[in-house]
């Protein structure tokens, strides 16, 4: 089911970017759902919807599970077999995508130092004509990835338990373009008390 409000689903057009966020998990190192978890003040739904939005993304989706709750600026996609892992919500987020759009920029909650620079990185080297991409850190491929609409059968294949598009990656990396984000963003992400603390140390500083 896709609910929520989005001020700009109007303009979606053919050749457009979709942004997909992963939020569903229940955070259990965590002790609490990851997506309403706050960093800069913000929660990490809400700054991952912002991140996808202000990179070019149109529209933004963010599929949710364990957390059920409201999110501004995006249409929410309810994953009910979040507890079998991120594969599901890969599934979930690439069945609920608009005809409208040509692909899809993929990106996680737990990983608020992805910027918006790197996710308009990604939507270049697609309208240069990359229909597969990656954002890499240290020359390892990790998120935002971008998915070309020819591709989202494949990758909803091979999604499966905590897996997302990684497989895909692996298997057809002839097939899909690098662009290194290291000194724009940085993959970091939050599973444990610790990796919170160290992460909101890097946004709200000392």
């Known amino acids: 089911m896709v609910t929520g409000d989005t001020a700009d689903t109007g303009s979606e057009r053919a050749g457009t970017v979709a942004g997909l966020l992963l939020a569903a998990g229940s955070g259990s190192r965590l002790g ?34 364990a957390a059920d709750t409201s999110v501004h600026g995006a249409l929410t996609v309810l994953n009910p077999d979040w507890a079998s892992g991120m594969g599901s919500s890969v599934r979930a987020g690439i069945d609920a995508l608009p005809d409208t759009v040509d692909a899809v920029l993929v990106a996680l909650a737990d990983q608020p130092l992805v910027t918006a620079e790197a996710v308009r990185r990604l939507l270049h080297l697609h309208a240069q004509g990359a229909r597969a991409a990656v954002a890499t850190y240290g020359g390892n491929p990790r998120n935002p990835v971008l998915l070309g609409r020819e591709h989202w059968s494949t990758v909803h294949a ?48 000392p």
Request: with cysteine; aromatic share 2%.
């Open 32 to 65: 609490r759902p990851k997506a309403l978890v706050e960093v800069g003040g913000q929660r990490l739904v809400d700054r991952g919807v912002r991140t996808l939005a202000e990179g070019g993304c149109v529209p933004v989706l963010v599929v949710l599970g």
């Open 158 to 205: 091979m999604a499966v338990r905590d897996v997302g598009a990684r497989p895909f990656l692996r298997t057809y990396s002839h097939l899909v373009t690098t662009v290194a984000c290291d000194d724009i963003a940085s993959p970091e992400d939050i599973d444990t008390a610790e990796d919170l603390a160290r992460v909101r140390d890097l946004i709200d500083g």
